[in-house]
């Protein structure tokens, strides 16, 4: 996925300073294996997290996300990817023990595919770190994402992924929401459309179920204790996603 640059690079949320990130963004979720990660908006805090982690990846992964060799980030990298003003463009990482293992955001464009403040399409890229890919990370956060960018007006995101990188692709192929793909010039581009389907639902509870299940295994297991939330808050991101998982079980609670 290419970078969407923004030559001011400037937050347009709070005039003179950093916008505030929603705390309510924030989720803790319980991954494939049954492990748990936190889920909340990247903010410049988190440069020195941001350094570390993409020290971590590897330089495939590095090529699968730029699209070109991108060794390291620069200070103006490290800037643009960790502020946000939480409406055109939005950042979340998934943490384990503090730091990063996987991130992802999106940037509001046109139909032209340039920045816009005002489109209902967004690009959307993502980076795991190769010790925690196959974990169900970038599913998680995709389900996050989504309901961060519906939240903000948001109705589609367009993604372009390497042939190659067939796990970034069965991703969003496995999602469950409408979507279009094409092959241009060498690159997948998807077009999901973010309003939740009876099997993008169906796809986020079976998820979900098989986690706690792995989750409540590790919880038996001698010497393991997890304890397993998602937020008091009743407008988190976690308990929207958990609303949609009980929609899903109502009968009236599935359409197109």
């Known amino acids: 996925m290419h970078p969407v640059s923004d030559p001011s690079d400037q937050?347009?949320?709070?005039?003179?300073?950093?916008?505030?990130?929603?705390t309510h963004w924030e989720a803790d979720v319980v991954l494939r294996d049954g492990g748990l990660a936190r889920v909340r908006?990247?903010?410049?805090?988190?440069?020195?997290?941001?350094?570390?982690?993409?020290?971590?990846?590897?330089?495939?992964?590095?090529?699968?996300?730029f699209f070109a060799p991108h060794p390291r980030l620069s200070?103006?990298?490290?800037?643009?990817?960790?502020?946000?003003?939480?409406?055109?463009?939005?950042?979340?990482?998934?943490?384990?023990?503090d730091e990063f293992i996987a991130t992802v955001r999106f940037d509001r464009i046109d139909r032209a595919?340039?920045?816009s403040g005002s489109?209902?399409?967004?690009?959307?890229?993502?980076?795991?770190?190769?010790a925690h890919q196959g974990r169900g990370v970038a599913s998680a956060l995709l389900e996050h994402i989504a309901a961060v960018a519906r939240e903000r007006g948001i109705r589609r995101f367009v993604a372009e992924v390497l042939p190659d990188n067939r796990k970034m692709g069965k991703v969003f192929t496995d999602a469950g929401y409408t979507q279009r793909r094409s092959f241009t010039e060498g690159v997948l581009r998807f077009e999901l459309d973010l309003e939740?389907?009876?099997?993008?639902?169906?796809?986020?509870?079976?998820?979900e179920h098989r986690a706690e299940a792995r989750s409540t295994a590790r919880l038996l297991a001698p010497g393991s204790v997890a304890v397993v939330g998602a937020g008091r808050?009743?407008?988190?991101?976690g308990r929207s996603v958990l609303r949609n998982l009980a929609q899903a079980d109502s009968p009236a609670g599935c359409t197109r």
């Open 196 to 207: 939740p389907t009876e099997e993008s639902l169906a796809v986020m509870r079976s998820r």
């Open 113 to 115: 595919g340039q920045p």
């Open 11 to 22: 937050p347009s949320g709070r005039p003179g300073g950093p916008a505030a990130a929603p």
């Open 41 to 65: 908006p990247i903010t410049p805090d988190d440069a020195d997290r941001l350094v570390a982690f993409y020290a971590g990846v590897s330089d495939q992964s590095k090529y699968f996300r």
């Open 75 to 97: 200070d103006r990298d490290v800037r643009h990817f960790t502020h946000h003003d939480y409406v055109n463009r939005v950042g979340l990482a998934a943490l384990v023990r």
């Open 119 to 130: 489109g209902t399409d967004a690009e959307v890229a993502f980076l795991v770190q190769d």
């Open 233 to 237: 808050n009743p407008n988190s991101v």
